[in-house]
């Protein structure tokens, strides 16, 4: 698709919000997240996190930014399922 200037993804005509997904390591929590009760990383244990969990974040996003709508929601493989939560 692309992301950019006479992309399909035009940022010269749309704002972009791309959050973290939820379970991911790169700013949210994780299975490599540190378990405050025991010390050591959550692994096998975390929590099971769904993609209508996901979507549910991604909307608390959207509620918080003010934004009340969107003209699309876009993912690849579990982005896309997250997208069909919408």
Not at 22 to 42: A, D
Not at 58 to 70: E, N, S, W
Request: proline share 9%; hydrophobic share 40%; net charge negative.
């Amino acid at each position: 698709i692309g992301v950019g200037p006479d992309c399909g993804i035009d940022i010269d005509k749309f704002q972009v919000v791309c959050g973290a997904p939820l379970g991911s390591p790169f700013g949210s929590t994780s299975p490599l997240t540190i378990n405050p009760k025991t010390g050591s990383p959550w692994g096998a244990t975390f929590p099971q996190i769904t993609p209508q969990d996901m979507a549910r974040l991604q909307a608390l996003l959207l509620d918080y930014l003010g934004i009340d709508k969107v003209f699309a929601v876009v993912g690849g493989s579990m982005g896309g399922m997250q997208s069909l939560q919408f």
